[in-house]
């Protein structure tokens, strides 16, 4: 099951942020860790993820530093600020606001709407 490119964008900076509020990373880390925290379902790509970095970097909900590893390769860390922790915290309010409304939504529609077979839906009787 792929998921949209809309919901990949529209979540994108909350999960960047939760990621960074773990610990500081880089991006190929925040890629895999998206992944892994996805099951698999989530792969983000470089053209994604760097954009979105960049942008939350110019809000001030991030800041950035380079890094020298033991290879000697150069790596650019991120980390939230004090910003971006209150900037995670709407977010995670706007999303449960989000989930709890589909959960309703879901609910009232159990019976037109299968859950082993979301595109099975059965007609709504007339006049719902």
Known sequence: MGISKDLIAASSTPMVLAILAEADSYGYAILKRVQELSGGRMEWTDGMLYPVLHRLERLGHIEARW????????????????RGRTQLAEER??????????REIWSALRSAIPDDDPTAATPLPQGA
């Open 67 to 82: 890094v020298v590893a033991d290879t000697g390769r150069r790596r650019k860390y991120y980390r939230i600020t004090s």
């Open 93 to 102: 309010r706007q999303w449960q606001a989000v989930d709890a409304t589909l």
